[in-house]
């Protein structure tokens, strides 16, 4: 009976643990947390906005409709005012920065370039970094080639776009029919014995021909068709 009930009591504490780690409110914000504060939009974010787009010399026009119809305004100022510092024009980055997924993949792509070849033409390069799916990957890419084969800047944009929109596993695997896998009785043998069967036998679509006996006789009063 002792022990039973020391078993219950085991099992009694085990639960209001559990129980407690459940409901008790965590150390610390944990990554839920971090995560919906990563994305939310920061109760400044239009004004950031603004305040940079009117910094990079866009009319406030045209900077109040852009931030206003932006879903992160905060990562399309911050882009504008990244690639707008390298003598771009800050009209045509407004423009690139709206139009991508990823405002500040696209920034960080056209300064690792700009950073590895000063004299590319970043109006160049800032199209060929929008036009990428994954803008960061492209910048290193056109980076990496660079700086290891010494291929030209306007070489890199090209083969490395080009390698980007590949697509991949769409190939058949080639396997000869032979080797295919048959089901319901259509193996490989019985594929053969079927194969030498048809040959064996008469083609079903042509009617076979019935020869008359020889001792078959007309009779008397029937015409002769031949």
């Not at 209001?16 to 944990?30: C, R």
């Not at 769409?170 to 069967?197: C, H, K, W, Y």
Request: glycine residues 4%; contains cysteine; proline residues 8%.
């Amino acid at each position: 009976m002792v022990k039973m009930a020391q078993i219950k009591a085991a099992i009694g504490t085990a639960t209001l643990l559990s129980t407690l780690a459940i409901v008790a409110p965590p150390a610390q914000a944990g990554w839920f947390t971090d995560w919906f504060n990563a994305n939310k939009t920061p109760e400044n974010a239009y004004k950031l906005c603004g305040e940079r787009l009117d910094k990079a010399g866009i009319a406030k026009d045209v900077a109040s409709t852009a931030c206003a119809e932006v879903l992160h305004p905060e990562y399309v100022s911050q882009c504008v005012m990244d690639i707008s510092a390298k003598q771009v024009d800050a009209l045509a980055t407004l423009a690139a920065c709206r139009r991508v997924r990823r405002p500040l993949a696209l920034s960080t792509c056209v300064t690792d370039i700009h950073q590895q070849d000063a004299v590319a033409a970043l109006p160049t390069v800032m199209e060929a970094c929008r036009l990428s799916l994954l803008p960061e990957r492209y910048g290193k890419c056109v980076v990496g080639l660079n700086q290891s084969l010494a291929i030209a800047t306007l070489a890199g944009l090209t083969q490395c776009l080009d390698a980007s929109d590949r697509p991949t596993d769409v190939l058949s695997t080639f396997i000869p029919i032979d080797n295919l896998p048959r089901m319901d009785g259509f193996g490989t043998t019985a594929g053969a014995a079927e194969s030498n069967l048809l040959q064996t036998s008469p083609n079903p679509t042509v009617p076979a021909t019935t020869t008359a006996p020889a001792d078959m006789t007309v009779p008397p009063g029937t015409p002769q068709l031949y």
